[in-house]
């Protein structure tokens, strides 16, 4: 098994170093000069000649290659730079943001699986069946809301008929659970109910191939109840699916699902990114989406550990 | 003063020429008609430094707040909300603005930085913000050229780290603030060498020549030359008094750390992106204020969320929400109000590049400011932000024409046929007569800019010339550089709100940044000596009549070889719940930005 894990973190280099070279190269392609930007609407710009000596003073006047490779030589020592408009640590940003962002993607796969799996497996079990239609109807609806909009309808419901809006200073759990609930349960809950309906899909027609197979007839033959074979044998050779597809939107959802944290106003990486974007804050961006690639590297390797607790036939050797 | 003139006011330096050349005016508020404005009143050489203006509404009066009996003394600096102000409590704003860092001279978001840091002087918040008022400095005196202002400094101020504030604070900080280059180690400022970012504001002050402290209690500024507004340009909040012990430990940059201000409010807490927060200064030099314990500033980016905080109880006060907000205002009366106001002089305009074809030639550029329809264009826009329809200046200056008079002037008169064919007749001469391919209009991703008024824009191009644009939406960053190329080969056209002014009252300072030849915001490479010479003229004069005269000419000048397309200049609609008093929206004549230590809870 570590010699599996050192392995995979070893295949996981030549990725990382390919999505450092493709942020890095494209966001100096793209159109936006950091000089340009003005932070203060109402004061004065920076001339020519400031904005150069600011080119100097952030470095990116210099030579592409030399620009790379601070940057490369940062990360090594867990320097992510620092935000050209929040004059602030990268680091700081992510320490502060990163732990919203993580939480709430949690508490979404979290609700994904209650809500997801219970569902395909009735489906799947009681296929053609009134319940099965109506469970499909409804994933196939939360499927098709995007999960933003359902955000800002609860946003809105919620301050216009019961005049409450969800408190817009994020806490850590350990500080005030209420509070950070509150800021937190919308939307887990809207991306939640999301992925729950991916996941009911997938289930369902996971499931019901596991149950058209021998070994699940072969179960049924021996005289196991309907309950025996579901638990006992076609839940868990059909969760595998599941489990890629919870790595994937685990993966995504730490970067921050952006247009959701914009409907409910939480301060996490996804909203980061994107004013990074518009200010052409490189440091940020190139770091941030690099830790997205990191974050993905290991969500998947856990996943894929996890095939071989949940299928013992799959080996890491 | 000019007939054309006498509707418009705000006002002028009041303590320029040691008078106090008052401007009184009704301001834009909540509901009320424009009202007509007190003329261009005598000079009053025994008038007080700075009183509340005395309003002459033609309509709806708005009532002037009452100071209290107790404290309330604008001449003095020491202000006092109005009304039976209670004391405690915490206070949440949702604004636009980021703080950034803490360093003014190097963006630190004066908005916020003004809750920590004072000037010399104010914006007096008791009258609208017309007047000029003592802040850390007790009172002035200019000499007769207006090149040489003496401040008398407040004694008994403190930092908020306890030491005493001195001349020699004031004196640093104004010349750091305006990047003399003189620091007290005898030290240039050396760019390139352990520094970090250039100063922002240095452009806006390069006519003052030194800043020092004559003795314990006495600064003196020295002008190359004079400026009658020099005053609101070191007003809070623009300028920020740090102490000299930490500017000397570091003249360059103090972006890392909160340097300890002496400001009603304290630094506490300082999220990036998301908020600051700050507690009572107990120990302020106006013993009455601050009324609240905390003010915490949520950076909130979209209009729409700041008003469902405060609807959702969970925002005292946004200085700018979505115009649906105010004109809903009736049916969330209850809980919270909506007042408009000037915004911060911006205005929303077409900039052209003037140095590149076919808009480098002024028979075009005329064209284009004939044809569209400006009221047309406005009400289109009207549908998500106020504006106001003005030329060339912001509407609430002294220096603007009165609306009606605009009304009669071609290229402002809406749909206007003679206007049409003149516009047509000069694009004939400039060998345009079918029109012309006009490139690309980029505009940034606001819907209100690339859905609405671009579109709205483009249309009128091409349906009463034959000019054909093509919008070109981009995000932040993108728009601004495409406004930092203006070469021959550069942009076409950019529709952006960077044509404002600094001061809004003396509108010239955003014509020396966006209409001067190499001014930092002529982004189009306009040039024209007859204004520029004008511009300069008007930025040194000191009499205010003389001073319109000029402003009237350059304007006829503009109105004859346009350098961009103004369409008109923003109001803001701030909003309120109502247990937040002290805010003083009804009667603030702009978004200013400043210092919130009226604020106060009635709970």
Redesign the interface.
């Given at each position: 098994m570590s010699k599996y894990i050192a392995r995979r973190l070893l295949l996981g280099i030549p990725t990382l170093f390919g999505i450092s070279l493709v942020i890095f190269a494209s966001i100096r392609i793209?159109?936006?000069?950091?000089t340009?930007?003005?932070?203060?609407?109402?004061?004065?710009?920076?001339?020519?000649e400031?904005?150069q000596?600011?080119r100097?003073?952030l470095g990116i006047d210099r030579p592409l290659h030399i620009q790379y490779l601070e940057w490369v030589g940062g990360l090594l020592r867990g320097d992510l730079g620092e935000?050209f408009?929040?004059?602030?640590p990268v680091i700081?940003?992510v320490r502060?943001r990163g732990p919203v962002s993580l939480q709430i993607g949690v508490m979404a796969i979290a609700i994904g699986w209650l809500m997801g799996i219970p569902l395909g497996i009735y489906g799947a079990v009681r296929q053609n069946s009134a319940g099965d239609y109506l469970s499909r109807f409804f994933a196939v609806l939360l499927l098709a809301v995007p999960a933003f909009l359902m955000g800002l309808v609860i946003?809105?419901v919620?301050?216009?008929w019961l005049?409450?809006?969800?408190?817009?200073?994020?806490q850590h759990f350990w500080d005030d659970p209420v509070v950070n609930l509150q800021m937190t349960l919308g939307p887990a809950l809207v991306m939640g109910v999301n992925i729950g309906a991916v996941f009911a899909r997938v289930t369902r027609s996971s499931v019901l191939e596991v149950m058209s197979s021998e070994f699940v007839r072969t179960a049924r033959a021996k005289g196991l109840t309907e309950r025996r074979v579901l638990t006992g044998h076609v839940v868990r050779n059909s969760i595998i699916p599941v489990v890629t597809i919870s790595g994937l939107a685990l993966g995504g959802l730490i970067g921050g699902a952006v247009a959701v944290e914009?409907a409910f106003?939480v301060?996490g990486l996804g909203?980061?990114l994107v004013?990074g974007?518009?200010?052409?804050d490189w440091p940020l961006i190139q770091s941030l989406v690099f830790l997205y690639g990191v974050s993905f590297i290991i969500v998947n390797i856990l996943i894929d550990i996890s095939y071989v607790f949940i299928d013992p036939r799959i080996r890491t050797g | 003063m000019s007939e054309e003139h006498e509707t418009n006011g705000r006002w002028f330096d009041t303590a320029l020429s040691r008078r106090n050349v008052l401007r009184g005016g009704v301001l834009a508020g909540a509901g009320l008609a424009a009202a007509a404005l007190v003329g261009c009143g005598d000079d009053d050489d025994d008038e007080p430094a700075a009183t509340p203006a005395a309003a002459t509404p033609a309509a709806t009066a708005t009532p002037e707040p009452t100071p209290t009996a107790m404290a309330a003394d604008p001449s003095t600096g020491m202000l006092a909300a109005p009304g039976n102000p209670k004391r405690g409590g915490s206070v949440t704003t949702s604004y636009w603005a980021r703080l950034g860092n803490f360093d003014i001279y190097h963006g630190g978001h004066r908005g916020i930085m003004s809750q920590a840091y004072d000037s010399v002087v104010r914006l007096n918040p008791l009258d609208g913000l017309k007047t000029v008022i003592p802040a850390l400095a007790t009172g002035w005196e200019i000499s007769p050229d207006g090149l040489d202002y003496t401040f008398s400094i407040r004694d008994g101020v403190q930092f908020h780290d306890g030491a005493a504030m001195t001349s020699e604070d004031v004196a640093m900080s104004l010349r750091r603030h305006i990047a003399l280059g003189e620091f007290a180690d005898g030290g240039e400022f050396a760019p390139g060498e352990n520094n970090r970012l250039p100063s922002r504001y240095a452009t806006q002050l390069d006519y003052v020549a030194g800043a020092n402290a004559v003795d314990a209690n006495t600064v003196s500024v020295k002008l190359s030359t004079p400026r009658g507004y020099f005053l609101q340009m070191i007003s809070a909040p623009q300028v920020a008094v740090y102490s000299e012990q930490h500017i000397k430990a570091d003249p360059i940059d103090l972006t890392a750390d909160a340097a300890p201000g002496t400001g009603p409010f304290v630094f506490q807490e300082y999220r990036p992106e998301e908020l600051t927060r700050f507690t009572k200064n107990p120990n302020y030099w106006n013993p009455e204020l601050p009324y609240i314990d905390e003010l915490t500033m949520l950076h909130t980016v979209q209009w729409a969320d700041r008003a469902n905080l405060i609807l959702g109880g969970q925002a005292h006060y946004a200085n700018i929400v979505p115009k649906d907000f105010y004109e809903d205002r009736e049916s969330f009366a209850d809980r919270a109000g909506v007042a408009q106001h000037d915004g911060t002089g911006a205005s929303l305009t077409f900039y052209l590049n003037n140095v590149k074809p076919p808009y480098n030639d002024e028979r075009v550029r005329r064209a284009l400011f004939l044809a569209p329809n400006r009221p047309g264009l406005i009400e289109v826009y009207s549908e998500s932000m106020s504006l106001a329809g003005s030329r060339w200046v912001s509407d609430s200056t002294y220096s603007a024409t009165p609306l009606d008079r605009i009304q009669q002037i071609v290229g402002y008169r809406g749909e206007d046929e003679e206007a049409i064919a003149t516009a047509k007749q000069l694009l004939s001469a400039a060998g345009h007569a079918d029109g012309f391919d006009g490139g690309t209009l980029v505009t940034n991703t606001n819907q209100a800019h690339s859905e609405i008024l671009a579109p709205a824009f483009q249309a009128e191009l091409r349906s009463k010339l034959g000019v054909s644009v093509v919008v070109d939406p981009r995000d932040g960053s993108g728009r601004t550089d495409q406004l930092n190329n203006g070469g021959a080969e550069g942009f076409d056209m950019v529709l952006t709100v960077h044509f404002r002014a600094p001061v809004i009252s003396e509108f010239v300072t955003g014509w020396k940044d966006a209409i001067r030849s190499g001014g930092a915001r002529n982004y189009g490479n306009y040039s024209n000596a007859a204004v520029d010479e004008l511009i300069n003229s008007i930025d040194e004069e000191l009499d205010i009549d003389a001073k319109l005269e000029q402003y009237g000419r350059a304007m006829d000048m503009l109105d004859q070889n346009p350098p961009f397309y103004v369409v008109a200049f923003t109001k803001h609609n701030a909003m309120f719940s109502n247990d937040l008093k002290g805010h003083m929206e009804e009667i603030r004549g702009f978004t200013e930005e400043g210092t919130w230590d009226l604020f106060w809870l009635d709970k």
């Amino acid at each position: 098994m570590s010699k599996y894990i050192a392995r995979r973190l070893l295949l996981g280099i030549p990725t990382l170093f390919g999505i450092s070279l493709v942020i890095f190269a494209s966001i100096r392609i793209i159109p936006g000069d950091p000089t340009a930007v003005e932070s203060d609407v109402g004061a004065a710009v920076f001339t020519e000649e400031q904005q150069q000596q600011l080119r100097e003073i952030l470095g990116i006047d210099r030579p592409l290659h030399i620009q790379y490779l601070e940057w490369v030589g940062g990360l090594l020592r867990g320097d992510l730079g620092e935000s050209f408009v929040a004059s602030t640590p990268v680091i700081e940003i992510v320490r502060n943001r990163g732990p919203v962002s993580l939480q709430i993607g949690v508490m979404a796969i979290a609700i994904g699986w209650l809500m997801g799996i219970p569902l395909g497996i009735y489906g799947a079990v009681r296929q053609n069946s009134a319940g099965d239609y109506l469970s499909r109807f409804f994933a196939v609806l939360l499927l098709a809301v995007p999960a933003f909009l359902m955000g800002l309808v609860i946003i809105i419901v919620l301050v216009i008929w019961l005049q409450w809006r969800p408190p817009p200073i994020y806490q850590h759990f350990w500080d005030d659970p209420v509070v950070n609930l509150q800021m937190t349960l919308g939307p887990a809950l809207v991306m939640g109910v999301n992925i729950g309906a991916v996941f009911a899909r997938v289930t369902r027609s996971s499931v019901l191939e596991v149950m058209s197979s021998e070994f699940v007839r072969t179960a049924r033959a021996k005289g196991l109840t309907e309950r025996r074979v579901l638990t006992g044998h076609v839940v868990r050779n059909s969760i595998i699916p599941v489990v890629t597809i919870s790595g994937l939107a685990l993966g995504g959802l730490i970067g921050g699902a952006v247009a959701v944290e914009r409907a409910f106003l939480v301060p996490g990486l996804g909203l980061s990114l994107v004013t990074g974007v518009n200010s052409s804050d490189w440091p940020l961006i190139q770091s941030l989406v690099f830790l997205y690639g990191v974050s993905f590297i290991i969500v998947n390797i856990l996943i894929d550990i996890s095939y071989v607790f949940i299928d013992p036939r799959i080996r890491t050797g | 003063m000019s007939e054309e003139h006498e509707t418009n006011g705000r006002w002028f330096d009041t303590a320029l020429s040691r008078r106090n050349v008052l401007r009184g005016g009704v301001l834009a508020g909540a509901g009320l008609a424009a009202a007509a404005l007190v003329g261009c009143g005598d000079d009053d050489d025994d008038e007080p430094a700075a009183t509340p203006a005395a309003a002459t509404p033609a309509a709806t009066a708005t009532p002037e707040p009452t100071p209290t009996a107790m404290a309330a003394d604008p001449s003095t600096g020491m202000l006092a909300a109005p009304g039976n102000p209670k004391r405690g409590g915490s206070v949440t704003t949702s604004y636009w603005a980021r703080l950034g860092n803490f360093d003014i001279y190097h963006g630190g978001h004066r908005g916020i930085m003004s809750q920590a840091y004072d000037s010399v002087v104010r914006l007096n918040p008791l009258d609208g913000l017309k007047t000029v008022i003592p802040a850390l400095a007790t009172g002035w005196e200019i000499s007769p050229d207006g090149l040489d202002y003496t401040f008398s400094i407040r004694d008994g101020v403190q930092f908020h780290d306890g030491a005493a504030m001195t001349s020699e604070d004031v004196a640093m900080s104004l010349r750091r603030h305006i990047a003399l280059g003189e620091f007290a180690d005898g030290g240039e400022f050396a760019p390139g060498e352990n520094n970090r970012l250039p100063s922002r504001y240095a452009t806006q002050l390069d006519y003052v020549a030194g800043a020092n402290a004559v003795d314990a209690n006495t600064v003196s500024v020295k002008l190359s030359t004079p400026r009658g507004y020099f005053l609101q340009m070191i007003s809070a909040p623009q300028v920020a008094v740090y102490s000299e012990q930490h500017i000397k430990a570091d003249p360059i940059d103090l972006t890392a750390d909160a340097a300890p201000g002496t400001g009603p409010f304290v630094f506490q807490e300082y999220r990036p992106e998301e908020l600051t927060r700050f507690t009572k200064n107990p120990n302020y030099w106006n013993p009455e204020l601050p009324y609240i314990d905390e003010l915490t500033m949520l950076h909130t980016v979209q209009w729409a969320d700041r008003a469902n905080l405060i609807l959702g109880g969970q925002a005292h006060y946004a200085n700018i929400v979505p115009k649906d907000f105010y004109e809903d205002r009736e049916s969330f009366a209850d809980r919270a109000g909506v007042a408009q106001h000037d915004g911060t002089g911006a205005s929303l305009t077409f900039y052209l590049n003037n140095v590149k074809p076919p808009y480098n030639d002024e028979r075009v550029r005329r064209a284009l400011f004939l044809a569209p329809n400006r009221p047309g264009l406005i009400e289109v826009y009207s549908e998500s932000m106020s504006l106001a329809g003005s030329r060339w200046v912001s509407d609430s200056t002294y220096s603007a024409t009165p609306l009606d008079r605009i009304q009669q002037i071609v290229g402002y008169r809406g749909e206007d046929e003679e206007a049409i064919a003149t516009a047509k007749q000069l694009l004939s001469a400039a060998g345009h007569a079918d029109g012309f391919d006009g490139g690309t209009l980029v505009t940034n991703t606001n819907q209100a800019h690339s859905e609405i008024l671009a579109p709205a824009f483009q249309a009128e191009l091409r349906s009463k010339l034959g000019v054909s644009v093509v919008v070109d939406p981009r995000d932040g960053s993108g728009r601004t550089d495409q406004l930092n190329n203006g070469g021959a080969e550069g942009f076409d056209m950019v529709l952006t709100v960077h044509f404002r002014a600094p001061v809004i009252s003396e509108f010239v300072t955003g014509w020396k940044d966006a209409i001067r030849s190499g001014g930092a915001r002529n982004y189009g490479n306009y040039s024209n000596a007859a204004v520029d010479e004008l511009i300069n003229s008007i930025d040194e004069e000191l009499d205010i009549d003389a001073k319109l005269e000029q402003y009237g000419r350059a304007m006829d000048m503009l109105d004859q070889n346009p350098p961009f397309y103004v369409v008109a200049f923003t109001k803001h609609n701030a909003m309120f719940s109502n247990d937040l008093k002290g805010h003083m929206e009804e009667i603030r004549g702009f978004t200013e930005e400043g210092t919130w230590d009226l604020f106060w809870l009635d709970k």
